[in-house]
Nanobody
């Protein structure tokens, strides 16, 4: 059983930056593809980014078009932690951000659908004011 806890949400002005962290425990972190999703009021949960590892030297990062070029996903397997650096934030980025994990067996592929993930954090609120 994997437990996920998000940190780093808050209130920021448009154009600003935030860094979210997701700390994992209870499993072998490196075996999981890790993802970020977000959900705004009245909307469905949507994919933000995910990061997969092929078990060797390569990490594969995938992004939603809406955040490409502004957000950067990363992971530190030694610290069992994933990050989401969010720059040039916009009011439409306002949402609860969730981290999620899926056992991957080092495929390196994209996992853009929420129902593919096995474990979820409780979420952290990000609010971007205009």
């Amino acid at each position: 059983q994997v437990q996920l806890v998000e940190f780093g949400g808050g209130l920021v002005q448009a154009g600003g930056s935030l860094r979210l962290s997701c700390a994992a425990s209870g499993g072998t972190f490196s075996r999981y593809t890790m993802g970020w999703f977000r959900q705004a009021p009245g909307k469905e949960r949507e994919f933000v980014a995910c990061i997969s590892w092929n078990g060797g030297r390569s990490y594969y990062a995938y992004y939603a078009d809406s955040v490409k070029g502004r957000f950067t996903i990363s992971r530190d397997n030694a610290k069992n932690t994933m990050y989401l650096q969010m720059n040039s934030l916009k009011p439409e980025d306002t949402a609860v951000y969730y981290c999620a994990a899926v056992s991957d067996r080092y495929s390196g592929r994209n996992y853009p659908e929420p129902n593919e993930y096995e474990y979820w954090g409780q979420g952290t609120q990000v609010t971007v004011s205009s």
